[in-house]
Protein backbone atom coordinates (compact mmCIF):
# COMPACT_ATOMS: atom_id res chain seq x y z
CA UNK A 1 0.00 0.00 0.00
CA UNK A 2 1.06 3.46 -0.56
CA UNK A 3 -0.17 6.38 1.69
CA UNK A 4 -0.31 9.89 1.04
CA UNK A 5 -0.51 13.02 3.13
CA UNK A 6 -3.26 15.52 1.20
CA UNK A 7 -3.41 19.12 1.94
CA UNK A 8 -7.37 20.13 1.62
CA UNK A 9 -9.75 22.73 3.00
CA UNK A 10 -10.42 20.34 5.93
CA UNK A 11 -6.32 19.74 7.04
CA UNK A 12 -4.32 17.23 6.38
CA UNK A 13 -5.50 14.07 5.27
CA UNK A 14 -4.77 10.24 4.68
CA UNK A 15 -5.16 8.88 1.71
CA UNK A 16 -4.30 5.79 -0.22
CA UNK A 17 -3.17 5.41 -3.83
CA UNK A 18 -5.94 2.89 -5.39
CA UNK A 19 -6.30 2.90 -8.73
CA UNK A 20 -4.69 6.06 -9.74
CA UNK A 21 -6.73 8.28 -7.48
CA UNK A 22 -5.69 9.02 -3.64
CA UNK A 23 -8.36 7.85 -1.77
CA UNK A 24 -9.75 9.24 1.37
CA UNK A 25 -9.08 6.37 4.43
CA UNK A 26 -11.46 8.07 7.10
CA UNK A 27 -14.32 9.26 4.99
CA UNK A 28 -14.03 5.51 3.15
CA UNK A 29 -14.24 3.91 6.77
CA UNK A 30 -14.91 6.26 9.63
CA UNK A 31 -12.97 3.86 12.41
CA UNK A 32 -9.19 5.22 10.44
CA UNK A 33 -8.02 8.17 11.63
CA UNK A 34 -7.60 11.38 9.53
CA UNK A 35 -4.18 11.31 9.71
CA UNK A 36 -1.51 8.78 8.61
CA UNK A 37 0.39 8.65 12.04
CA UNK A 38 -2.82 8.01 13.67
CA UNK A 39 -3.13 5.28 11.10
CA UNK A 40 0.03 3.84 11.90
CA UNK A 41 -0.49 3.95 15.71
CA UNK A 42 -3.38 1.46 14.98
CA UNK A 43 -0.29 -1.04 14.06
CA UNK A 44 -0.87 -3.68 11.37
CA UNK A 45 -4.69 -3.92 11.99
CA UNK A 46 -5.06 -0.44 11.09
CA UNK A 47 -3.09 -1.39 7.81
CA UNK A 48 -4.94 -4.31 6.50
CA UNK A 49 -8.17 -2.01 7.51
CA UNK A 50 -7.17 1.01 5.64
CA UNK A 51 -6.15 -1.45 2.62
CA UNK A 52 -9.65 -3.15 2.14
CA UNK A 53 -11.24 0.65 2.89
CA UNK A 54 -9.32 1.56 -1.01
CA UNK A 55 -11.68 -0.10 -2.45
CA UNK A 56 -14.38 1.24 -1.42
CA UNK A 57 -13.83 4.67 -0.58
CA UNK A 58 -15.88 7.47 -2.67
CA UNK A 59 -13.99 11.16 -2.01
CA UNK A 60 -10.86 10.60 -3.75
CA UNK A 61 -8.14 13.09 -4.71
CA UNK A 62 -7.10 13.54 -8.03
CA UNK A 63 -2.95 12.96 -7.94
CA UNK A 64 -1.95 15.46 -10.93
CA UNK A 65 -4.09 18.01 -8.58
CA UNK A 66 -3.94 17.41 -5.22
CA UNK A 67 -0.92 19.11 -3.05
CA UNK A 68 1.03 16.51 -1.36
CA UNK A 69 2.56 16.93 2.60
CA UNK A 70 5.56 14.68 3.52
CA UNK A 71 3.47 11.08 4.20
CA UNK A 72 3.88 11.83 7.58
CA UNK A 73 3.92 15.78 8.05
CA UNK A 74 3.82 15.60 11.91
CA UNK A 75 6.22 12.88 13.24
CA UNK A 76 7.15 13.22 17.25
CA UNK A 77 10.98 12.96 15.49
CA UNK A 78 13.04 13.10 12.58
CA UNK A 79 16.72 11.47 13.23
CA UNK A 80 19.46 11.43 10.28
CA UNK A 81 22.52 9.21 10.23
CA UNK A 82 25.33 11.37 9.00
CA UNK A 83 28.34 9.61 7.01
CA UNK A 84 26.47 5.79 6.79
CA UNK A 85 27.45 5.08 2.56
CA UNK A 86 31.30 4.07 2.90
CA UNK A 87 32.27 6.42 -0.52
CA UNK A 88 30.50 9.27 0.95
CA UNK A 89 32.74 9.67 4.38
CA UNK A 90 35.50 9.25 2.33
CA UNK A 91 34.44 11.77 -0.32
CA UNK A 92 34.18 13.81 3.12
CA UNK A 93 37.18 13.20 4.23
CA UNK A 94 36.15 11.45 7.37
CA UNK A 95 36.44 8.06 8.42
CA UNK A 96 34.00 5.33 8.09
CA UNK A 97 32.05 5.06 11.55
CA UNK A 98 32.22 2.81 13.72
CA UNK A 99 28.90 3.93 15.37
CA UNK A 100 26.25 5.58 13.97
CA UNK A 101 26.88 9.05 13.78
CA UNK A 102 23.20 11.11 14.83
CA UNK A 103 21.75 14.42 13.98
CA UNK A 104 17.63 15.22 14.15
CA UNK A 105 15.86 17.66 11.60
CA UNK A 106 12.14 18.90 13.07
CA UNK A 107 8.52 18.28 11.52
CA UNK A 108 9.31 22.52 10.60
CA UNK A 109 11.67 21.32 7.84
CA UNK A 110 9.15 18.52 6.27
CA UNK A 111 7.76 19.73 2.43
CA UNK A 112 6.37 17.18 0.58
CA UNK A 113 6.47 16.11 -3.54
CA UNK A 114 6.15 19.08 -5.48
CA UNK A 115 6.87 22.22 -2.73
CA UNK A 116 9.63 24.45 -3.17
CA UNK A 117 13.24 24.07 -0.89
CA UNK A 118 13.41 27.14 0.08
CA UNK A 119 17.23 28.53 0.12
CA UNK A 120 17.45 31.08 3.39
CA UNK A 121 19.50 34.48 3.05
CA UNK A 122 21.81 33.28 5.86
CA UNK A 123 23.84 30.27 3.66
CA UNK A 124 25.54 30.88 0.23
CA UNK A 125 26.14 26.49 -0.08
CA UNK A 126 23.20 24.82 -0.21
CA UNK A 127 23.64 21.25 -0.53
CA UNK A 128 21.22 18.01 -1.76
CA UNK A 129 21.62 14.75 0.04
CA UNK A 130 19.83 11.44 -1.59
CA UNK A 131 18.15 9.17 1.51
CA UNK A 132 16.43 6.14 2.04
CA UNK A 133 13.86 7.67 4.89
CA UNK A 134 12.30 4.62 7.59
CA UNK A 135 9.23 5.44 8.68
CA UNK A 136 8.15 3.96 12.33
CA UNK A 137 5.15 1.73 12.85
CA UNK A 138 4.59 -0.18 16.25
CA UNK A 139 6.78 1.68 18.65
CA UNK A 140 9.48 0.77 21.12
CA UNK A 141 12.49 0.81 23.73
CA UNK A 142 15.27 -1.54 23.48
CA UNK A 143 14.29 -2.99 20.44
CA UNK A 144 16.87 -6.16 19.72
CA UNK A 145 18.04 -6.19 16.28
CA UNK A 146 16.69 -9.55 15.56
CA UNK A 147 12.96 -8.36 16.07
CA UNK A 148 13.69 -4.50 14.62
CA UNK A 149 11.83 -5.01 11.33
CA UNK A 150 9.14 -5.64 12.94
CA UNK A 151 8.95 -1.78 14.02
CA UNK A 152 8.88 -0.24 10.59
CA UNK A 153 5.71 0.32 8.99
CA UNK A 154 7.50 1.00 5.92
CA UNK A 155 9.97 3.65 3.43
CA UNK A 156 9.68 6.88 1.79
CA UNK A 157 12.11 8.99 -0.46
CA UNK A 158 13.89 11.72 1.41
CA UNK A 159 15.76 14.58 0.67
CA UNK A 160 18.30 15.58 3.48
CA UNK A 161 18.84 19.37 2.34
CA UNK A 162 21.88 20.96 4.09
CA UNK A 163 23.55 24.45 4.62
CA UNK A 164 27.50 23.25 4.68
CA UNK A 165 28.36 26.69 5.50
CA UNK A 166 26.32 26.17 9.07
CA UNK A 167 27.39 22.85 9.24
CA UNK A 168 30.89 22.19 8.65
CA UNK A 169 32.60 26.20 8.71
CA UNK A 170 30.61 28.18 12.05
CA UNK A 171 32.29 27.81 15.11
CA UNK A 172 31.71 24.65 16.81
CA UNK A 173 30.43 22.69 13.32
CA UNK A 174 26.62 23.59 13.53
CA UNK A 175 25.32 20.61 12.46
CA UNK A 176 21.86 20.72 13.74
CA UNK A 177 21.14 24.85 12.72
CA UNK A 178 22.98 24.04 8.81
CA UNK A 179 19.87 20.60 9.08
CA UNK A 180 16.79 22.45 10.07
CA UNK A 181 16.29 25.51 7.84
CA UNK A 182 12.69 25.24 7.29
CA UNK A 183 11.84 23.28 4.16
CA UNK A 184 14.82 21.15 4.27
CA UNK A 185 13.34 17.70 4.22
CA UNK A 186 10.96 17.28 1.29
CA UNK A 187 9.55 13.55 1.90
CA UNK A 188 7.43 11.69 -0.63
CA UNK A 189 5.87 11.36 -3.00
CA UNK A 190 4.47 8.45 -1.03
CA UNK A 191 4.68 6.01 2.32
CA UNK A 192 5.34 3.05 0.27
CA UNK A 193 4.78 -0.32 3.77
CA UNK A 194 7.22 -3.03 4.20
CA UNK A 195 5.27 -5.26 3.19
CA UNK A 196 5.96 -4.18 -0.54
CA UNK A 197 9.49 -3.73 -0.15
CA UNK A 198 11.60 -6.98 0.38
CA UNK A 199 15.03 -5.75 0.71
CA UNK A 200 15.37 -2.25 2.13
CA UNK A 201 19.31 -2.77 1.76
CA UNK A 202 18.93 -3.47 -2.05
CA UNK A 203 17.76 -0.52 -3.66
CA UNK A 204 19.12 1.50 -6.37
CA UNK A 205 18.97 5.23 -4.89
CA UNK A 206 19.38 8.21 -7.72
CA UNK A 207 19.37 12.27 -7.42
CA UNK A 208 19.19 14.26 -10.42
CA UNK A 209 20.42 17.82 -10.69
CA UNK A 210 18.01 20.23 -13.63
CA UNK A 211 18.18 16.81 -15.30
CA UNK A 212 21.71 15.71 -14.67
CA UNK A 213 22.78 12.43 -12.46
CA UNK A 214 24.79 13.58 -9.20
CA UNK A 215 24.32 10.59 -7.27
CA UNK A 216 23.68 7.09 -8.06
CA UNK A 217 24.04 5.02 -5.56
CA UNK A 218 22.53 1.36 -3.55
CA UNK A 219 21.11 1.04 0.01
CA UNK A 220 23.74 -2.33 -0.18
CA UNK A 221 26.42 0.31 0.54
CA UNK A 222 24.59 1.48 3.89
CA UNK A 223 27.47 1.21 6.80
CA UNK A 224 24.71 0.47 9.17
CA UNK A 225 21.72 -1.44 7.93
CA UNK A 226 17.97 -0.24 8.96
CA UNK A 227 17.54 -3.42 11.73
CA UNK A 228 20.95 -2.43 13.38
CA UNK A 229 19.72 1.23 13.32
CA UNK A 230 16.62 0.77 14.33
CA UNK A 231 17.67 -1.20 17.43
CA UNK A 232 20.38 1.38 18.44
CA UNK A 233 18.35 4.30 18.25
CA UNK A 234 15.91 2.59 20.48
CA UNK A 235 18.47 1.97 22.99
CA UNK A 236 18.56 5.81 23.28
CA UNK A 237 14.72 6.92 23.31
CA UNK A 238 11.33 5.54 22.45
CA UNK A 239 10.28 5.27 19.10
CA UNK A 240 6.96 6.27 18.40
CA UNK A 241 4.51 5.55 15.71
CA UNK A 242 5.45 7.89 12.43
CA UNK A 243 8.96 8.84 13.54
CA UNK A 244 10.89 9.05 10.44
CA UNK A 245 15.01 7.47 10.22
CA UNK A 246 16.83 9.37 7.66
CA UNK A 247 19.51 6.36 6.84
CA UNK A 248 22.23 9.03 5.01
CA UNK A 249 23.25 9.80 2.01
CA UNK A 250 25.44 8.09 -0.79
CA UNK A 251 28.55 9.89 -2.88
CA UNK A 252 28.17 12.83 -5.00
CA UNK A 253 27.24 15.47 -2.99
CA UNK A 254 27.71 18.97 -4.18
CA UNK A 255 30.22 19.84 -1.56
CA UNK A 256 32.35 17.25 -2.56
CA UNK A 257 32.69 17.99 -6.92
CA UNK A 258 35.59 20.93 -8.06
CA UNK A 259 34.41 23.35 -8.40
CA UNK A 260 31.14 22.52 -5.96
CA UNK A 261 27.98 22.41 -6.42
CA UNK A 262 25.18 24.57 -4.25
CA UNK A 263 21.56 24.88 -5.10
CA UNK A 264 20.30 27.93 -6.82
CA UNK A 265 17.05 29.08 -7.34
CA UNK A 266 15.39 27.59 -10.25
CA UNK A 267 16.84 24.20 -9.77
CA UNK A 268 14.80 21.33 -10.04
CA UNK A 269 15.62 18.22 -7.76
CA UNK A 270 14.35 14.67 -8.27
CA UNK A 271 15.21 11.80 -6.01
CA UNK A 272 14.48 8.44 -6.91
CA UNK A 273 14.98 5.41 -5.28
CA UNK A 274 13.36 1.97 -6.81
CA UNK A 275 10.03 0.85 -6.16
CA UNK A 276 9.49 3.74 -4.00
CA UNK A 277 9.08 6.35 -6.63
CA UNK A 278 10.41 10.03 -7.35
CA UNK A 279 10.53 12.74 -4.92
CA UNK A 280 10.67 15.86 -7.49
CA UNK A 281 11.37 19.80 -5.73
CA UNK A 282 12.14 22.79 -7.33
CA UNK A 283 14.29 25.37 -5.33
CA UNK A 284 13.55 29.01 -5.10
CA UNK A 285 14.69 31.51 -2.52
CA UNK A 286 13.41 33.33 0.17
MN1 LIG B 1 22.25 13.28 5.35
Known amino acids: MR ?18 QYVD ?19 AEGLRRAAGA ?28 GLNYRDHAAESGMAVPTEPILFSKYATTLIGHGAPIVLPPQSTEVDYEAELVVVIGVGGRDI ?4 AMGHVAGYAVGHDVS ?9 GKQWMAGKTFDTFAPVGPCLVTADEVLD ?13 TMQDSNTNQLVFP ?14 EPGDLIFTGTPPGVGMARKPPVWLQPGDIVEVEIDGLGTLRNPVIRR
Open 144 to 147: PRDR
Open 25 to 43: LNSADPVLPSTVKGLLTLG
Open 54 to 81: LVAGERTYDPARATLLAPVPDPAKIVCL
Open 226 to 239: VDETVSYLSGIFTL
Open 200 to 212: PQALGIRLRLNGR
Open 3 to 20: LVTVQTEQGPRACGEFEG
Open 163 to 171: ARDWQLNKP
